[in-house]
């Protein structure tokens, strides 16, 4: 069993920064490939990146490439997502979740095993 807790998300203008904070509970953290998701209000869960169990491999959604950077510290649980260059579109929950594999399915939130609440991240234009 894996508990995650998100921290980090708050009010900031159009070209600002953010960075998320992801807690996970228990000793099998590096095993866990690691992912962050957003939701904005009316639209469905969308996979913003992914990072797998040694930090050596990350993906993103086109929609943040070059602007957000994930990455993890396995000594302190914690997974982060470095967010520059925000705009008033990536306003939502943003949501970091765990699974046990890094694959072709890592955009999916099938592949995800455990999720935090989430941590609401606003973006003013």
């Known amino acids: 069993q894996v508990q995650l807790v998100e921290s980090g998300g708050g009010l900031v203008q159009a070209g600002g920064s953010l960075r998320l904070s992801c807690i996970a509970s228990?000793?099998?953290?590096?095993?866990?490939?690691m992912g962050w998701f957003r939701q904005a209000p009316g639209k469905e869960r969308e996979f913003v990146a992914a990072i797998n169990w040694s930090g050596h491999s990350t993906s993103y959604a086109d929609s943040v490439k070059g602007r957000f950077t994930i990455s993890r510290d396995n000594a302190k649980n914690t997974v982060y997502l470095q967010m520059n260059s925000l705009k008033p579109e990536d306003t939502a929950v943003y949501y970091c979740a765990a699974g046990r594999t890094y694959d072709n399915s890592k955009r999916t939130a099938l592949a995800y095993d455990y999720w935090g609440q989430g941590t609401q991240v606003t973006v003013s234009s």
């Open positions: 228990g000793r099998l953290f590096s095993s866990y490939a």
